[in-house]
């Protein structure tokens, strides 16, 4: 699903649920747990319908032997969860009238945390009687036409969806619910795309993931997914062994996050703390793979209680220089930006061979005062594996600028080691003004710098070959559709009658349309292949100024010790403020349009003529 194809979902989603609810008169707080727990209930249906297939197999493969399993035992294994017949959506959805959908919803959700003990607590029950309409003039009748209208406007979300598309509607719906109650949106989902560059490059295969910041839990559905999509490219059939486990402070979010990793089956653990205050699993050299996108420039963690614990002191503790003076010198130590304690967190989190991804703002990168001392260690120690500042407003509602930093533990103590640092500022795709992602290509693209840094072509090969099959893909559709609309032009020349030249033009621009489609994405996928050929054209890593550098301890202790890109890559001026592929892309598609224009623009003219020749 695209992004606009995303979009547009959440508007027509948030539009029916919302007129419903206006005409209902409920409040926004009576009305939103309901909500959500129907969207769980709608995707943990799509998703058990899918593996119901495989469950029935499994079930009648068994049939007759000793230690024959249940199919929820089954539908755990295949799933990740069990729904009863009575559980499922459509059963709800076609219930007839009379009965009383309240008390079948809150039993579906009830037999729902039976067969997943950690959603225990998690799924609206009794909230389902808030949306039971009262007739003033008669208080014993019970109209439940609100929560069937509800149903049905949840049966609009495709059955075809993938990945974390559940997250990022249930993100949309509290974000809409929060502003409706007069409270801030809240930033809780990491951008689909950056988070799909962090898997990329840290390559989670299996093991364990932690996130002390878990939010709604994006980051472990896409690392499941990152694992699933690898194992189809290699052809691997063993089962899939990822554990999660997250923290997050937010008690509400905690909830989201059980949801989420049950409705996309993985296996794991969300726990709701204060990640400084607060090490539920014992975290230290405990994980194979770190993932967050913590809280910025937090100034009120009480310094006494982090400063003696040892996963903030592995390299240092970020405090003030000076000790405090005058009316308040009573009052708790803090620590000065708590940005340096999460990435402390992270470091001292990883196993001996482990990865993590982490986003920070720039301001990190070139931090001064006990922050500088931390950073001089942590470079110096080689965890540090590489640098990588994103563009602007790649998240929704945080206008800091970030940059990317990633750890890999096998680094440590290593001769000669260098840092990788990557300037993508100029990198993206323009969704809206205030709004900028990163195509899965361009995904790619990036992940292939840092593959071809650590030694691996075969990748890089394969994803060239992968962009030239598309180009051939798409070269074909071009020369039918050319071909059709040659036919219908001839056919356009030769016809007199004049509707049935109107319905050969609406035809011919239809397939006018599809043509230039083809010879976009043809073109899209050329550059994708000029892109990395440019940069890299013998199939290994290089420098290439403005993108990327591999910078030598040497080079940073020049540089102060900064982990900005900007001050290693360096800068190509661009006069007319665009990158190269835009420049390109905007090249080819205006000649592109410019053509078809043309070509209608003769047509038209000539039948102009042909109808002043007649009258």
Not at 59 to 64: I, P
Not at 104 to 133: Q, R, S, V
Not at 353 to 375: F, H, K, Q, Y
């Amino acid at each position: 699903m695209t992004q606009e194809q995303l979009k547009e979902l959440e508007d027509k989603l948030w539009s029916a649920a919302d007129k419903l609810r206006a005409d209902s008169g409920l409040k926004s707080t009576q009305y939103s747990a309901p909500i959500l727990g129907l969207i769980f209930l709608r995707f943990a249906s799509i998703k058990y319908k899918k593996a119901k297939p495989e469950i029935e197999k499994e079930l009648k493969a068994q049939a007759g032997k000793r230690k024959q399993q249940t199919i929820d035992e089954i539908a755990l294994l295949k799933c990740g969860f069990y729904l009863p017949p009575e559980a499922e959506y459509d059963y709800l959805l076609n219930l007839p009238e009379k009965e009383n959908i309240v008390k079948k919803i809150k039993a579906a959700m009830e037999a729902i945390e039976t067969y997943k003990p950690e959603l225990a607590g998690c799924l609206p029950k009794d909230e389902y009687f808030n949306l039971i309409l009262k007739d003033k003039n008669n208080p014993k009748h019970e109209d439940f036409s609100l929560p069937k209208s509800l149903l049905k406007t949840f049966k609009d979300i495709p059955e075809d969806v993938t990945g974390d598309v559940f997250g990022k509607v249930y993100e949309y719906f509290l974000g809409e619910f929060a502003l409706a109650e007069g409270q801030g949106g809240g930033q809780f989902f990491t951008p689909t795309s950056v988070v799909k560059l962090m898997v990329e490059i840290i390559e989670p295969y299996q093991g364990t993931i932690y996130d002390p910041a878990c939010g709604s839990g994006g980051m472990f559905v896409q690392s499941s997914n990152f694992i699933d999509k690898r194992r189809e490219e290699l052809h691997d059939t063993n089962t899939k062994d990822l554990m999660v486990y997250g923290g997050e402070k937010d008690t509400e979010t905690v909830k989201i996050a059980k949801m989420n990793i049950a409705v996309n089956g993985l296996r794991g653990q969300i726990i709701a703390s204060n990640a400084y205050y607060e090490d539920p699993f014992e975290s230290y050299g405990k994980f194979d793979y770190v993932m967050a996108n913590p809280p910025f420039n937090v100034n009120d963690v009480n310094l006494d209680r982090v400063k003696g614990q040892r996963r903030f002191n592995e390299y240092g503790i970020p405090q003030n220089k000076t000790k405090k003076t005058g009316a308040k010198k009573n009052d708790a130590n803090t620590v000065p930006n708590a940005n340096y304690l999460w990435i402390n967190l992270f470091a001292s989190s990883l196993k001996p061979t482990g990865r993590a991804a982490l986003v920070m703002p720039n301001s990190t990168s070139d931090a001064r005062n006990s922050e500088a001392d931390i950073r001089q260690k942590l470079v110096k120690s080689g965890v540090i594996d590489m640098m990588l500042t994103l563009p602007k407003n790649m998240f929704y509602t945080v206008t800091l600028p970030a940059t990317l930093w990633f750890f890999d533990k096998n680094n440590a103590g290593k001769k000669d080691r260098k840092i990788l640092f990557i300037d993508a500022r100029n990198i993206f795709k323009q969704v809206t003004r205030a709004h900028r992602v990163f195509t899965d290509e361009q995904v790619q693209n990036i992940a292939s710098i840092v593959r071809l840094y650590r030694g691996d072509t075969k990748q890089f090969k394969e994803l060239l070959q992968k962009y030239r099959k598309q180009v051939i893909i798409f070269e074909k559709q071009c020369n039918a559709v050319s071909s059709l609309v040659n036919n219908l032009t001839a056919s356009l020349k030769k016809e007199k009658d004049i509707k049935i030249k109107r319905n050969i033009e609406k035809e011919l621009d239809e397939k006018q349309k599809l043509y230039k489609t083809a010879v976009d994405q043809q073109n899209y996928f050329i550059s994708q292949i000029t892109w990395l050929t440019d940069r890299f054209p013998n199939n290994k890593y290089e420098d290439v100024i403005g993108l990327c550098k591999a910078a030598s301890i040497a080079d940073i202790e020049e540089q102060d010790w900064s982990l900005n890109p900007g001050r290693y890559v360096g800068v190509i001026i661009e006069e007319d403020g665009l990158t190269e592929e835009e420049f390109m892309t905007d090249m080819i598609n205006n000649n592109n349009t410019l053509n078809i224009l043309m070509d209608k623009s003769a047509r038209l003219e000539k039948l102009i003529n042909e109808n002043l020749v007649r009258l």
